[in-house]
């Protein structure tokens, strides 16, 4: 599934300019909402914007999930987005508000800015979906499962807003993709995903300023992620030779900065360098979709409440060594990525394990004396299905 018309724009500083780039790309200020993660209110992010977007324009309502509306001219309309795990029941109660406000406020045509990680522009993407009156009145008889499913089958029935996506960390390529991530109930945990055709942001605007408040394990498992998307494009049955070209370009130019940006965190050209890194990353999984790595990392994320990107990371070099298995060529590429020269999968995989110890995470391998189940399972999901044969 390719991206249709997502204009990109690698516009460093541009969070502190927003309401120009508004202006000059003809969004209308006055039906601007802002969805933001939930630390941009004590990071001071969300009172710049809304004193941004209250010098361009005269502001409306402004909107806290759980607050009350007012109509004063001191705020502006901002919604925050709940923080942790992306379940259906959080996707919902945050749409239902938003859409309940855009109808109050007799928005029929609102622009949604979504600034945050990948659970926040995921999010983003279901409530740009904005049901009529009678429409919203329609989901909330169903329950939390069946209010999902209409969704997803449903949702071009739905009023499509314009939506533009603006990435706080560098690495889930969210904004880049039209897929998002949302989990089953609490008890179940299972990981479902929202897509469509139309479900890509209109734009994407990628700003390596917003980044730079990421703590070190923030950086690490989000750079980590990144560096999944390329190696699951790489070793990706789905994948082109110009995707897999791509694919190692961009994990060299990963594993070479990662290490020197954790050890300078508040370096700029390296905080740069990752945000296009991770956004050139999430372009590719757009075109080959993610694989075994991504298929591997789900149940730790649901079972151990391990972050994505370091679930992720702790099968990468487990992952490498079977693809080595796979396909000759993957020997080779890998040790491109790494300049190394491993002599086998075995000696790749010790080399790959180091490199991440080095940075704090601990790598898994598979049952070798017997079938292991949890390779199994992988394989026969969607993501895993799209492995090397």
């Known amino acids: 599934m390719q991206a249709r018309n997502l204009a990109v724009h690698l516009s460093p500083g541009i969070s502190r300019h927003l309401a120009g780039w508004l202006s000059e790309h003809?969004?209308?200020?006055?039906?601007c909402w802002l969805l933001l993660y939930p630390q941009a209110v004590d990071q001071g992010l969300a009172e710049s914007l809304r004193l941004q977007l209250l010098d361009a324009q005269t502001p409306c309502e402004a909107l806290y999930p759980g607050a009350t509306v007012t109509t004063s001219p001191e705020v502006y309309p901002i919604a925050i987005a709940p923080d942790g795990l992306l379940t259906i029941e959080k996707a919902r109660a945050c749409c239902e508000l938003i859409w309940s406000?855009?109808?109050?406020?007799?928005?029929?045509?609102?622009?949604?800015?979504?600034?945050?990680?990948?659970?926040?522009?995921?999010?983003?993407?279901l409530v740009r979906w904005f049901p009529s009156i009678d429409q919203c009145e329609h989901l909330e008889t169903l329950h939390h499962a069946a209010w999902f499913d209409r969704m997803l089958e449903g949702h071009e029935r739905f009023k499509r807003c314009s939506l533009i996506l603006m990435p706080t960390t560098s690495g889930t390529g969210s904004e880049a993709t039209a897929y998002a991530t949302v989990w089953g109930s609490t008890l179940q945990r299972e990981?479902?995903?929202?897509?469509?055709?139309?479900?890509?942001?209109?734009?994407?605007?990628?700003?390596?300023?917003?980044?730079?408040?990421?703590?070190?394990?923030?950086?690490?498992?989000c750079g980590l992620d990144a560096l999944s998307h390329a190696l699951d494009a790489l070793w990706n049955r789905r994948a082109e030779k110009t995707d897999r070209d791509k694919a190692i370009q961009i994990a060299s130019h990963i594993v070479a900065i990662l290490p020197e940006l954790l050890e300078n965190l508040h370096?700029?050209?390296?905080?740069k360098a990752m945000s296009e890194a991770a956004h050139e990353a999430g372009h590719l999984i757009a075109h080959t979709q993610t694989s075994l790595i991504h298929a591997l990392s789900y149940p730790l994320t649901s079972e151990e409440d391990l972050a994505h990107g370091l679930a992720c990371a702790q099968w990468i070099a487990a992952v490498a060594g079977l693809a080595c298995e796979r396909h000759p060529q993957m020997l080779h590429d890998l040790n491109k990525i790494w300049a190394i020269k491993?002599?086998?999968?075995?000696?790749?995989?010790?080399?790959?394990?180091?490199?991440?110890?080095?940075?704090?995470v601990a790598s898994r391998q598979f049952n070798k004396c017997a079938p292991d189940l949890r390779l199994q399972d992988a394989l026969n999901q969607t993501r895993g299905k799209n492995f090397l044969p």
């Open 26 to 31: 003809d969004y209308p200020i006055d039906r």
């Open 191 to 221: 990981k479902l995903s929202f897509t469509g055709a139309a479900c890509y942001a209109d734009a994407a605007l990628i700003d390596y300023e917003l980044t730079l408040a990421c703590p070190y394990s923030l950086t690490r498992d």
């Open 101 to 125: 406000h855009w109808h109050e406020a007799a928005i029929d045509d609102p622009v949604l800015i979504a600034i945050g990680g990948g659970s926040v522009m995921d999010l983003a993407k």
């Open 342 to 360: 491993a002599d086998d999968g075995d000696a790749l995989m010790r080399s790959l394990s180091a490199w991440l110890n080095n940075m704090g």
């Open 267 to 271: 370096d700029r050209p390296l905080r």
